[in-house]
Structure formats: structure tokens, C-alpha cells
């Protein structure tokens, strides 16, 4: 006869709930080692915690508890990442904040390089927004910030009257990019006709990197005829996306990065719990799939790229 239960067990929805807060388990590794091309380790870390170690489950509430000691969660990020073979991280800035804090990590941990910008979403809500780009500006040329971004055009969250905003701090992080000597990486939601337009008319630096790519193969050729890079996230996984993976198969190697965008866009089979730059191995070898290449030859070719686009770590 079973024993009487003293503890009441949880539901399947608050079992999902609970989920849905912590990370997932380390996929298998990489043969070769890849950079996550933009990450967001300060937003990370701030909702969701700290990332597992292999098969070791975490919790964002108390990541410390099982050892008693105090947890430095860049670094937890960053060994977390390198155990699976994502070696190198691009920690993007999206505000003034964001901006000075990646250039602080930049700084302090030799696995991660930054960018700074202004989101074209926070563009539009700055009350004074040629300041807040003096800051970025100023942050723009030193060594360990490598790219600009990421800025753009968003007409998922911004209606029409924030658009001349975007606009104008999208030409204006296109202008610091050149004038430093740094990637440009691109927000485009969308918006991909007025994207390009703003980049022919403008004219784009030297490097130009589509941040979580969302267009069609038509979309990824016209890119790729620019010479602009496309980072695919965990996007390409989903079932949904067979036309991003189309784009993916039309694309040369040499123009793919992979990424995070972490903690969103969690790749499948974890959709739904928090990202982090170790989940990178599930959407590589989504790519893999998708454009028919050799798994060694793709990390190969997305850590050349990587370093082109980013310089060496």
C-alpha cells in the first residue's frame, strides 16, 4: 500500500511555470570553437541568473546556494559557454547604461568584446537624444568595443511618429561606425526595404552585421550582395521558420555568424526558458541542417567570420 503523500506534488502548469524561469540543460559540444555574435549577458543575468555548468541545472534565484560561495556571473556565463565550445562573447549595448557596463566587462574578462547604440526603440523615448549619442560616440573608440549597435529600424514596436527618431539615430550610429572603423550591427524588424535604403543612402561601413536575421532568401541575397554578414538565432529552429532557413541554405559561409540575443529567441527544444550563449551548439547545428554543410567546416567558417567582423578577442 503507498504511503500517503505529506507534500502536495505540482501541477503540470505550475511545473511549466517553474520551468520556464530556469535554464536548460548544456547541449552536446561543438567540434570547433564559435563566438556568439551578440549576446546581452547585463539582461541575462538580471532575469534569469546564472547559466548551468554541463548537466547541472541552475536557478536564477540562488546560484550560489549549493557551494556557499558567491558566484561571478560573467564568468559563470562565460566558462558555462566555453565548456560547450562558444569561446568568445559580443556583449551589445542597447542604451547609455548598457553601453558603459559592456565596455566595463569588455575590459575585465578577455572572452568578451562589446558594442554600444542606442535601440531604435529607445531612440524615439530619449528626450535628449544628441547627448545620450555623444555618450555613445564616446565609447565608440576604445579598444575592447569593436562594433556599433545595435541600431536600426523597428516598425514592430515603434509606430509612425517614433520613426523619424529611429531614422535619424540609425544615420547617426551609421556615421560614428565609419568614422571609428566599427562593425555596424543592425536591429531590423520589419523594416527591411527602409534598412537597406538607409544604408545605400548613407553609405555602410565596412562591415555591416544583419542582427537575428528575419528576412527571406530574396531578403538574405540582396544582403549578401552588400557584403553584410547574417547572424542567424535560435529563430532558425523553430518550426515556423522554414523560409529563414531557406535564407540560411542561400548563404554564402562566409557571411553567417551565429548568435544568442540572449536571454530571448531560445532555441528549440527549449523555446520558452531562458537563452544564453552555451544553448549556441543547438542553433549551429540547426544551420548545419539547413544549409547541408559538414558541422566542423561551419564552425570553422562562423569563427573566421567572427573574428572578421569582431577582431581578435
Known amino acids: 500500500m503507498l504511503a500517503p503523500m505529506t507534500e502536495q506534488t505540482e501541477?503540470?502548469?505550475?511545473?511549466?511555470?517553474?520551468?520556464?524561469?530556469?535554464?536548460?540543460?548544456?547541449?552536446?559540444?561543438?567540434?570547433?570553437?564559435?563566438?556568439?555574435?551578440?549576446?546581452?549577458?547585463?539582461?541575462?543575468?538580471?532575469a534569469a541568473g546564472v547559466p548551468p555548468r554541463r548537466?547541472?541545472?541552475?536557478?536564477a534565484a540562488d546560484p550560489g546556494a549549493d557551494t556557499g560561495r558567491a558566484v561571478d556571473p560573467v564568468?559563470?556565463?562565460v566558462e558555462a559557454a566555453?565548456?560547450?565550445?562558444?569561446?568568445?562573447?559580443?556583449?551589445?549595448?542597447?542604451d547609455v547604461d548598457s553601453s558603459r557596463w559592456g565596455v566595463e566587462v569588455a575590459q575585465r574578462?578577455?572572452?568578451v568584446v562589446a558594442t554600444v547604440a542606442l535601440h531604435p526603440n529607445e531612440a524615439p523615448r530619449l528626450a535628449e537624444l544628441d547627448e545620450a549619442l555623444r555618450v555613445v560616440e564616446s565609447l565608440a573608440g576604445q579598444d575592447r568595443v569593436r562594433g556599433v549597435g545595435e541600431t536600426g529600424m523597428d516598425f514592430f514596436r515603434t509606430g509612425e511618429d517614433g520613426r523619424a527618431a529611429q531614422e535619424a539615430s540609425f544615420r547617426a550610429h551609421i556615421d560614428i561606425a565609419k568614422r571609428y572603423g566599427r562593425t555596424l550591427v543592425v536591429h531590423d524588424r520589419?523594416?527591411?526595404?527602409?534598412?537597406?535604403?538607409?544604408?545605400?543612402?548613407?553609405?555602410?561601413?565596412?562591415?555591416?552585421?544583419?542582427h537575428c536575421f528575419s528576412g527571406d532568401a530574396?531578403?538574405?541575397?540582396?544582403?549578401v550582395r552588400r557584403g553584410y554578414l547574417l547572424s542567424f538565432a535560435g529563430t532558425v529552429t523553430f518550426s515556423s521558420a522554414a523560409a529563414l532557413r531557406e535564407a540560411a541554405a542561400v548563404t554564402p559561409l562566409d557571411h553567417l555568424l551565429v548568435e544568442t540575443d540572449a536571454p530571448y529567441l531560445t532555441p528549440v527544444p527549449h523555446r520558452g526558458r531562458p537563452n544564453a550563449s552555451y544553448?549556441?551548439?543547438?542553433?549551429?547545428?540547426?544551420?548545419?541542417?539547413a544549409t547541408g554543410s559538414d558541422l566542423d567546416e561551419l564552425c570553422a567558417a562562423l569563427s573566421r567570420t567572427g573574428e572578421r567582423a569582431f577582431g581578435p578577442w
Open 11 to 46: 501541477t503540470r502548469k505550475q511545473r511549466a511555470a517553474r520551468r520556464a524561469g530556469e535554464f536548460p540543460p548544456a547541449p552536446a559540444s561543438l567540434p570547433r570553437p564559435v563566438p556568439d555574435s551578440h549576446t546581452h549577458l547585463d539582461i541575462t543575468i538580471s
Open 55 to 59: 548537466e547541472t541545472a541552475v536557478s
Open 75 to 77: 564568468q559563470a556565463a
Open 82 to 94: 566555453t565548456e560547450v565550445g562558444v569561446d568568445r562573447l559580443v556583449q551589445v549595448g542597447v
Open 109 to 111: 574578462y578577455p572572452a
Open 190 to 210: 520589419d523594416a527591411h526595404a527602409d534598412v537597406l535604403r538607409i544604408l545605400d543612402d548613407a553609405g555602410a561601413p565596412e562591415t555591416v552585421v544583419m
Open 218 to 223: 530574396e531578403f538574405a541575397r540582396a544582403c
Open 279 to 289: 544553448l549556441i551548439p543547438l542553433t549551429v547545428r540547426a544551420l548545419a541542417a
